[in-house]
């Protein structure tokens, strides 16, 4: 996926949460790239899938209004799926739902991570589950206006730009004079994701060749899994390390750590 990473890190910064769309049906190119984007994700991340479904997503959404407000007006969505038998199904969900999102941003596209709240049965009328699978999150995909709704304006905690976390308070060792550029550059990144609720559960514990995701123990699992929101930070690390230079490769852990980013040596 390293080909998409220059302008998924383009994506990161301008990325946000929209809500309120203006209806506009999507164009032609979009329509043919996004299920072709899908294939090709769902064939490196196994586990998880996600499926673009081109169609009004009012009933997708409707009589939902939870404490975010309503999702209006988007002429498609995108479901990221999970397959419950698998032990990392959460964070490789996150994970690949967020390279769905970073690519949509950079085709000018607006979403919305939603985990809760959104009409489970509607979801399962439009795609066939299999087995033991189970749709973890959805996001609206269309056109904004530049003008961000007072509610979004709150959730994003827009006055402030991206409302986060400073990373002092999320790494268990933070001693940024000694780390080396890509490890300062992975973290900055990894701290704009998105999360539910925009909660941050993510801790990050660096050592000499490796960074260590855990989930924080103030976070239970409600709703949405605290391990998704990292399985989404995971990703942004990963593209702030490419960005200097870095690859590397993740090994998954157990609760409470998540997973270890290995740098490849060079
Ligand atoms: C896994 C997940 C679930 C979310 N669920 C919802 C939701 O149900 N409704 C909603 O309006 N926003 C939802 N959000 C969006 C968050 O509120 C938003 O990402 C966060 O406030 C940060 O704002 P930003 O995305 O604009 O940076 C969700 C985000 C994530 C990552």
Redesign the pocket.
């Known amino acids: 996926m390293y080909e998409y990473y220059a302008n998924w890190y383009q994506a990161i910064f301008i990325r946000?949460?929209r809500?309120q769309y203006n209806g506009q049906p999507l164009p032609e190119n979009i329509i043919y790239h996004l299920p072709i984007f899908c294939e090709n994700l769902n064939n490196i991340i196994k586990g998880s899938r996600v499926v673009f479904v081109n169609t009004d997503t009012e009933n997708v959404f409707r009589g939902i209004i939870?404490s975010?407000?309503k999702?209006k007006g988007s002429p498609a969505y995108a479901a990221f799926i999970g397959d419950m038998a698998d032990p990392n199904v959460q964070e490789k969900t996150g994970y690949l739902g967020e390279s769905f999102i970073l690519e949509a941003t950079y085709q000018s596209l607006s979403t919305?991570?939603?985990?809760?709240?959104f009409n489970y049965q509607v979801v399962k009328e439009h795609i066939k589950l299999h087995n033991k699978e189970q749709v973890l999150?959805v996001t609206p995909i269309g056109y904004t206006s530049n003008n961000y709704s007072v509610m979004e304006r709150v959730?994003?905690?827009m006055v402030s730009g991206?409302k986060r976390k400073s990373l002092d308070k999320l790494c268990l060792n933070y001693t940024p004079q000694k780390w080396p550029k890509w490890v300062n550059n992975s973290l900055s990144t990894a701290r704009l994701a998105?999360?539910?609720?925009?909660r941050q559960p993510w801790r990050f514990a660096v050592e000499d060749d490796s960074i260590t995701v855990s989930v924080d123990k103030f976070f239970p699992s409600i709703i949405?899994s605290p391990r998704?929101?990292c399985g989404?930070a995971m990703l942004h690390l990963e593209i702030g390390a490419y960005q200097k230079g870095i690859t590397g490769k993740w090994e998954y852990l157990k609760h409470p750590e998540v997973a270890r980013f290995w740098r490849n040596q060079i």
Do not use: E, K, Q
Not at 194 to 198: G, L, R, T, V
């Open positions: 946000r949460s809500r939870g975010y407000g999702i919305c991570w939603v985990g809760g709240f999150a959730t994003s905690g991206h998105p999360s539910a609720m925009n949405v998704l929101d989404i």
